[in-house]
């Protein structure tokens, strides 16, 4: 039997032990070769500060000539385990004293030492792994043959200890090794079993049921691993018809969008002609009428609510012409909270935030401070959230919250105007962007169109969430990145 004969089972728990076996025999060999180092480290490390603490003492009996005070300092230092023996050597190698006597006035055996002029004050360690069964941990001494004279002190650590014990853990280590892969062998088996065999098997049966033709076929894997994704994506496959369904209906939706503001191009060419005109001519009138003949005070009371419907429909004409021409910016950097600060100013004079019934609107503002600069037409975006505000404004007859937001996140910038008013039913939510729907008595339903496409010539887009009764929640969202060379974009 050949290997691509195995099963895909068999064929992943060979793989598997073999990479734990390589992986744990590398990593335990490292981790013994760093262990060998740090405890090599750690003995030279405690051996120099023993030396350094002896140093002052000896250093003030040889000052004194007392050498068998010295003696006793250094045999008091090799009294425990590594140390093994001390040595005091001149500069010219001679061994001035040793614990072992017979070394005395002849050169130093083995490797010669660092000068006691070229050892750091604190010392250093010389010698160890790899380089014989000892190592040295040596200081210079001063006061040693007269005023400026120098020498080495050193003491002699046996490595043997240090050597025992990697031998002891290298078995121990291949020992833990063999009994982790054995165990791993039999976890990896179980797991397989568990993560791919059978899901797998849920696969196949029910891909064997959908191509008998059973209809509402879905494996319904809940994992995020792989094999999970081959599901998801086999349930995708099955539920073809309903996403097709659902991709035809939003493109129908975008057509008559697309659509209704072709309408609005049209119908705005042609009000355009037929009202601009006779609407100045009537505004003419009215104003040679008011300078020329003397009215009483509920007669030009009338006159001037003549001269509101009239700029009434002056606006709904320019809005509709708003509508039907491409969007023109006036790209430069912004800062979005002084933007909308400044279509809340605009707001504040408004007769719709005077409330109803004695009521107000109350505004709160919670700006982001670390709003990123951004690019755009503060004008128009002014508009847009002027547009927002004034209908949350309205939908607050009897006064309320109005709450303005701002908040950055992955590369955009977020505008929430909030309202606490009557709310939008579930069925308008798709349409209040389209033109001419309203839900108000005296709406031209322009309004929310005009900020939709403001929002979309800044490559952004604005969403909508309402609750009847509890308030309506615009969300805008635009992307902090410069529009280079974007300054008009088609409806």
Request: hydrophobic content about 45%.
């Amino acid at each position: 039997m050949s290997l691509r004969d195995l099963s895909i089972r068999a064929k992943l728990v060979w793989t598997a032990l073999g990479a734990l076996l390589v992986v744990l025999g590398v990593a335990t060999t490292l981790s013994l070769r760093y262990w060998q180092s740090e405890q090599y480290a750690l003995t030279g490390q405690q051996a120099l500060m023993a030396v350094a603490a002896a140093r002052g003492p000896v250093e003030e009996a040889l000052v004194h000539g007392q050498v068998g005070l010295v003696r006793e300092e250094l045999r008091a230092l090799t009294a425990r385990p590594p140390a093994q023996g001390y040595r005091l050597v001149a500069a010219d190698g001679t061994v001035l004293l040793s614990s072992d006597h017979g070394e005395e006035g002849r050169k130093r055996p083995g490797p010669p030492l660092p000068g006691p002029w070229d050892i750091p004050s604190g010392g250093t360690v010389v010698g160890g792994r790899g380089g014989g069964p000892t190592m040295s941990a040596v200081v210079p001494v001063s006061g040693v043959g007269g005023p400026g004279g120098r020498a080495v002190l050193e003491l002699v650590l046996s490595v043997k200890g240090i050597e025992d014990a990697i031998r002891r853990g290298r078995a121990f280590g291949l020992a833990l090794t063999g009994l982790l892969a054995l165990g791993y062998a039999v976890v990896l088996g179980t797991m397989l079993e568990r993560e791919v065999v059978t899901p797998m098997r849920q696969l196949r049966r029910g891909l064997a049921r959908a191509s008998a033709g059973e209809p509402g076929v879905r494996i319904g894997l809940t994992r995020r691993d792989e094999i999970g994704r081959l599901g998801a994506s086999v349930d995708r496959l099955l539920e073809r018809d309903d996403e097709a369904a659902r991709l035809a209906a939003a493109q129908q939706r975008r057509l008559s969008e697309q659509a209704g503001f072709a309408e609005v191009g049209a119908l705005a060419a042609q009000v355009a002609h037929e009202i601009k005109r006779p609407l100045a001519g009537i505004k003419s009138a009215m104003e040679l009428i008011a300078q020329e003949y003397a009215m009483s005070d509920a007669e030009r009371e009338l006159l001037g609510r003549i001269d509101g419907e009239l700029e009434h429909v002056d606006e709904t004409v320019r809005d509709l012409l708003s509508l039907a021409r491409p969007v023109g910016l006036h790209a430069q950097p912004l800062d979005l909270n002084h933007v909308i600060d400044g279509a809340l100013a605009r707001l504040a004079g408004l007769p719709a935030m005077g409330g109803g019934a004695g009521g107000t609107v109350r505004v709160t503002r919670r700006y982001d401070p670390a709003l990123p600069a951004m690019e755009g037409d503060a004008a128009r975006l002014e508009q847009a959230v002027l547009n927002l505000c004034v209908n949350a404004a309205e939908a607050m007859p009897e006064g309320g919250q109005l709450t303005v937001a701002t908040a950055h996140e992955d590369g955009t910038v977020r505008v929430d105007v909030s309202d606490t008013g009557v709310g939008i039913p579930p069925e308008n939510l798709d349409r209040v962007f389209k033109p001419f729907v309203s839900t108000k008595p005296m709406g031209t339903g322009l309004g929310l169109p005009l900020v939709a496409r403001v929002v979309a010539a800044h490559g952004g887009r604005v969403t909508v969430e309402s609750d009847v009764g509890r308030g309506t929640t615009f969300h805008i969202q635009l992307p902090v990145a410069a529009m280079a060379a974007r300054r008009e974009v088609e409806a």
